[in-house]
């Protein structure tokens, strides 16, 4: 089932290390099959309070998600990253193809 990595990206000094975080952060997705859903963008807040920029990653499942970012290539560049912004990062596994609200409560 297909899962995503999110992340709300706040306080980012854009600088030298981002620069080369978003360059290599590429190359370290393909082995996993992940590719970018979001990327920033233009967000338009309807409830709450939400800052920063969203990131959404989507990967085949939660096993390749969870072996990206456990990678090798990619614990390499993280640092560029979390030295550099605040943000909350997660893993979610996504529902199936028809999933109805109600599918939760059985």
């Known amino acids: 089932m297909t899962a995503y990595a ?8 854009m600088g030298p290390a ?3 975080y ?7 997705l393909v082995p996993y099959g992940g590719h970018y859903l979001i990327h ?4 338009q807040v309807l409830e709450g309070s939400w800052q ?12 390749q998600a969870q072996a990206w970012y456990r990678s090798e290539a ?3 560049i993280l640092p560029l990253r979390t030295a550099n912004a ?5 893993l979610v596994e996504g529902v ?4 109805r609200g109600i599918d939760i409560l059985g």
């Not at 999110?6 to 000094?13: G, K, W």
């Not at 990131?55 to 096993?63: H, Q, S, V």
């Open 6 to 13: 999110i992340a709300r990206l706040q306080d980012v000094t």
């Open 18 to 20: 981002i620069v080369e």
């Open 22 to 28: 978003l360059e290599k952060i590429d190359a370290t």
């Open 40 to 43: 920033g963008g233009t967000t």
């Open 52 to 63: 920063g920029d969203t990131i959404m990653l989507g990967f085949p499942d939660l096993a």
């Open 74 to 76: 990619y614990r390499r």
């Open 86 to 90: 605040v943000g909350d990062v997660i």
């Open 96 to 99: 199936p193809e028809g999933h």
